[in-house]
């Protein structure tokens, strides 16, 4: 019988199913052919026709929006308070992180952000009488992306905050961003004790007025020429922030000792900034943000254009369906874990530092910067596939943006919608994560792939808007 046969030859496998099976096959001497493939996502047969029937439309879509972000030119060009700058922007509307989020389904971090915000604000003096004001109504919630605005983890911006402001000035359109708390109790992680509303104040009182001073002595500055300088240099800036506040600083420090004539000021916000490497994070955020709003409302692209989490839904939004939210569950990233803690300390993901994946930075360009996987106990390798494998689901590839260990390639961007239902390949994304319960702050730092229900209900979206 044919089958005997097959048994006096030497077999040669194919594995398409869990890793475990290829390296228990290869530890038996076996030799083994490894497949990366997974199915596509579970989407409707008539919108995944509706999508054929309509590729070409999409790719003179989506041609544009990639040139518009390639061409984007991101410059940091001041600090201001947020009420004068934001639009929208009012002394009761606190801006958050993600997409729309009601007070009873915020989680513990926003929460904790939230009462910190309101503290800061000096509408209330402790936890009780600030939780009162966020349940009453008084206050309105809305996403920083729907006012121009980004905000790292709980991303909770009021109206008496400092921030940056960075203009695109290939396209003439602005975006914002706080100044980054640095570690340990901070609000961006849900803490909102005296230590961290104090810091907060010597934020706006010191650290503000010197750094607007030596920005309008500098008059502009370059983001994405440190961007590219310091994926050069090990950063992936979003987890990795190192070099690009390192970067920044030499930009910065001359203008700080220039302007500043109290010595002692000046030694304390050139220590504040040396003393945190993810300084330069709240200006990669925007630099990503003021990049990509530059396409939004390109009709028919099926390019992504913000991706989001608030601790309780995923949100994205499409170049090609105007403002509207596609949203799903946020889930608990891989991690590791800061001592005491686990993965049940752990909220689901939160935050707008994923816009940096959406610009081709982040997880889209692990592969320059290693060190990160190791959070997970993974390798210089799996750094290099993760990259690899986000150029299957993104548009095009960066003209600045460039991997060395890939020979210089320029990272995957672009991400396309239509690319990730269809080969089932999710957004690889690297982050913090905040504690589960308000008050307490980052309990580890880790990576997640985002979840595929909010890319399914956007390829929805764009399939009813090319039937119109």
Not at 426 to 454: C, E, N, R, Y
Request: hydrophobic share 40%.
């Amino acid at each position: 019988m044919k089958f005997k046969k097959l048994f006096n030859k030497k077999v040669k496998t194919v594995n398409i199913g869990l890793d475990s099976f290829e390296k228990d096959l290869q530890q038996q001497g076996q030799e083994v052919t490894g497949l990366d493939w997974t199915p596509p996502a579970d989407l409707d047969e008539h919108v995944l026709q509706t999508l054929k029937e309509n590729q070409d439309k999409i790719e003179r879509a989506n041609e544009k929006a990639l040139e518009i972000i390639l061409n984007g030119k991101p410059y940091l060009i001041g600090l201001d308070i947020a009420r004068n700058v934001i639009p929208g922007m009012k002394d009761n509307l606190l801006l958050h992180a993600g997409p729309p989020l009601t007070w009873e389904r915020m989680s513990g971090p926003m929460k904790g952000a939230m009462i910190g915000a309101i503290i800061y604000e000096g509408k209330a003096k402790n936890f009780k009488e600030a939780e009162k004001l966020g349940s009453s109504g008084k206050f309105k919630f809305s996403p920083c992306h729907e006012h121009d605005t980004v905000g790292p983890m709980a991303g909770v911006v009021s109206a008496s905050m400092p921030v940056f402001v960075l203009k695109n000035e290939e396209y003439g359109n602005y975006a914002y961003c706080t100044m980054n708390e640095g570690l340990g109790k901070v609000l961006r992680y849900g803490a909102y004790d005296t230590e961290t509303i104090e810091k907060l104040k010597w934020m706006e009182k010191v650290l503000y007025p010197t750094l607007k001073k030596a920005i309008e002595f500098k008059e502009k500055i370059d983001l994405k020429n440190i961007i590219a300088q310091a994926l050069h240099m090990g950063d992936e800036v979003h987890n990795r922030n190192r070099a690009g506040t390192s970067l920044f600083y030499r930009e910065i420090a001359p203008a700080i000792v220039e302007t500043c004539k109290d010595n002692k000021i000046t030694a304390k916000v050139l220590n504040f900034i040396n003393g945190n490497d993810h300084f330069f994070l709240n200006l990669s955020m925007p630099a990503a943000k003021v990049t990509l709003d530059a396409a939004r409302n390109i009709e028919n692209s099926s390019i992504v254009i913000a991706m989001t989490r608030n601790g309780t839904d995923f949100g994205l939004q499409l170049a090609g369906t105007k403002d509207s939210w596609f949203v799903g569950k946020a889930l608990v990233p891989d991690a590791l874990y800061f001592s005491g803690f686990t993965k049940d300390d752990a909220n689901p993901d939160i935050g707008d530092s994923s816009i940096t994946e959406t610009a081709g930075l982040g997880g889209f360009a692990i592969a320059a910067s290693p060190a990160i996987v190791q959070f997970v106990g993974g390798s210089a390798t799996d750094a290099v596939n993760y990259t690899m494998t986000m150029y299957e689901i993104a548009y095009g590839e960066n003209n600045i943006y460039q991997v060395p260990y890939l020979n210089f390639r320029g990272t995957p961007t672009g991400i396309d919608v239509a690319k990730v239902v269809k080969k089932g390949i999710l957004p690889f994304i690297d982050t913090g994560v905040a504690h589960k319960d308000p008050g307490i702050g980052q309990v580890g730092a880790g990576v997640l792939s985002a979840p595929m229900q909010p890319f399914i209900k956007a390829a929805t979206g764009l399939a009813k808007n090319l039937k119109k």
